[in-house]
């Protein structure tokens, strides 16, 4: 009677040192490979999360003209996309000594039935810049410190035609909107 202790398989001893060494540089290379992706494609997911928050403020712009039945704007300058009523749009936050606005605060006042405006604010990542290009123009437009660009939703459902560019160094995305709708209705995107 022969014991399962001591039938030995010379087959099944293990690996050798050169096996283990090359599964892990191929387990390397993959690895490099999939951390370039992932860096690489940072850029373009940064873009399309901007582009798409543009388009719901665009939208919401759309939205609030129509229910308040007052024009609202976008506006446009270096680093940040304004929600604002159009009357205060394109207009530096200028104040007095007192820190009230020039033209004076707008007040509402409670049981009056007035609507307050809307205002919100999308903050751009500091390395992002943003261009206008205004409709039947073929100029990007940059933004300024001193210039704002104002985009303009009516009462009635209608906005200006333009279209937005956002870059990120070389790379950058180009939305066209629709002025029945404010959503995107064509893009162009290069990521290298």
Known sequence: MTSAAKTRNRDLQGFTLIEIVMVLAI??????????????????????????????????????????????????RPGVVRLLPFAEAGQDDKKTIDGHAIGGDRVVLPGSGAISPVHDQLNFDPKMASFVR????VEWLPMSDHFSHVWRFDPDGLSEPVSVRLTIGGNYIEDTYHPLTASICDTAMEVK
């Open 27 to 76: 387990a390397a290379v993959l690895l490099g490979a999939a951390v370039a992706t992932m860096v690489f494609s940072t850029d373009e997911r940064d873009l399309r999360k901007a582009s798409g928050q543009v388009e719901l403020l665009a939208r919401r712009a759309r939205t609030i003209s129509i229910l308040q039945q007052i024009p609202y704007a976008l506006e446009f």
């Open 134 to 137: 205004r409709w039947n123009t």
